[in-house]
Nanobody, 114 residues
Framework: QVQIVESGGGEVQPGGSLRLSCAAS????????MMWYRQAPGKGRELVATIGNSGGRTNYADSVKGRFTISRDNAKQAVYLQMNNLTPEDTAVYYC???????WGQGTQVIVSS
């Protein structure tokens, strides 16, 4: 049974940082590329970052390049999103998705507000 659980969201001031975590199980984690998506209120889902199965390849949306870093730990079956210099435009629910099984979790809310 595939399980994906995101955590680490919260409310921060502009310029602040958060680190999101995603714990995955029920599939061969090391075989799967992983992605972080986000969905802001009233908007569609946006692909934020991707990481290859070994962690060697990463890609970012232009809107977060230079501020966000995706990483993974295959031994822990986890993927992370370090978010720095947050702006109100980063406010959204963030979801972690496993490409291999096309599954994602319940999301974690990030609010950037002064």
């Amino acid at each position: 049974q595939v399980q994906i659980v995101e955590s680490g969201g919260g409310e921060v001031q502009p310029g602040g940082s958060l680190r999101l975590s995603c714990a995955a199980s029920g599939f061969t984690f090391s075989d799967s590329a992983m992605m972080w998506y986000r969905q802001a209120p009233g908007k569609g889902r946006e692909l934020v970052a991707t990481i290859g199965n070994s962690g060697g390849r990463t890609n970012y949306a232009d809107s977060v390049k230079g501020r966000f870093t995706i990483s993974r730990d295959n031994a822990k079956q986890a993927v992370y999103l370090q978010m720095n210099n947050l702006t109100p435009e980063d406010t959204a629910v963030y979801y972690c998705e496993a490409a291999l099984v096309a599954s994602w979790g319940q999301g974690t809310q990030v609010i950037v507000s002064s």
